[in-house]
């Protein structure tokens, strides 16, 4: 597979482990080569969140790492890649790679990403947020990362959560320059003008 089809996917412990999840569910659809990473926290939040144990999510993935395994491939620059996405991302782990204290292969890769200039989209998912936060997002924009809240678009109309999510998460591959067909395009209001 093409260098431009693989994908870094981290899933920290934030509330949201669907689009983790969703995002996975997509890649395989669309043939994009994923590299699957997710924290300890995460693991718990995906029990609580979607039923399933994280070894669901695994199976959905084409390699994955543990957390601790900071020697693996995903780990260094030269692993050829199209990026970086953590679906969903905690304040803790946006503070780690902000900082580059990467305490782990999540925020590890993160952090090649940034280096290899690399595109890295996080996916936030904390409200509300203090200046800190704040300081640290804005450092993170400025050294390339992409922040992307996964905040659902309503020009759509959805009528599920699953749109909402799947609408997000094709927003977000659009953001990596993959062709998908999951985010409604916005075609324009048409007044009387």
């Not at 305490?103 to 590890?108: A, D, H, I, P």
């Not at 997002?137 to 009528?159: C, E, Q, R, W």
């Not at 990596?176 to 985010?183: I, P, R, Y």
Request: net charge neutral; glycine share 6%.
């Amino acid at each position: 597979m093409s260098n431009n089809r693989k994908l870094i996917i981290g899933i920290s412990g934030a509330s949201g482990a669907i689009y983790g999840k969703r995002l996975l569910e997509a890649c395989l659809d669309l043939d994009i080569d994923t590299h699957l990473v997710i924290s300890r926290a995460a693991e718990i939040t995906i029990l609580h969140e979607t039923g399933e144990p994280a070894s669901k999510l695994r199976e959905l993935a084409t390699e994955t790492y543990k957390s601790a395994d900071i020697g693996a491939a995903i780990a260094s620059g030269s692993f050829q890649n199209a990026g970086m996405v953590i679906a969903p991302c905690s304040v803790r782990t946006m503070s780690e790679i902000a900082t580059g204290t990467t305490s782990s292969l999540l925020t590890r890769a993160a952090d090649v990403a940034l280096k290899e200039r690399r595109k890295l989209v996080l996916m936030l998912r904390e409200t509300p947020l203090h200046s800190g936060h704040l300081r640290n997002l804005a450092n993170l924009s400025d050294m390339g990362a992409i922040i992307a809240p996964p905040v659902p678009a309503f020009y759509t109309h959805p009528k599920s959560i699953d749109e909402m999510v799947t609408h997000t998460v094709g927003r977000v591959l659009d953001l990596l320059q993959f062709e998908n067909n999951l985010a409604e395009r916005w075609a324009g209001l048409k007044t009387d003008r």
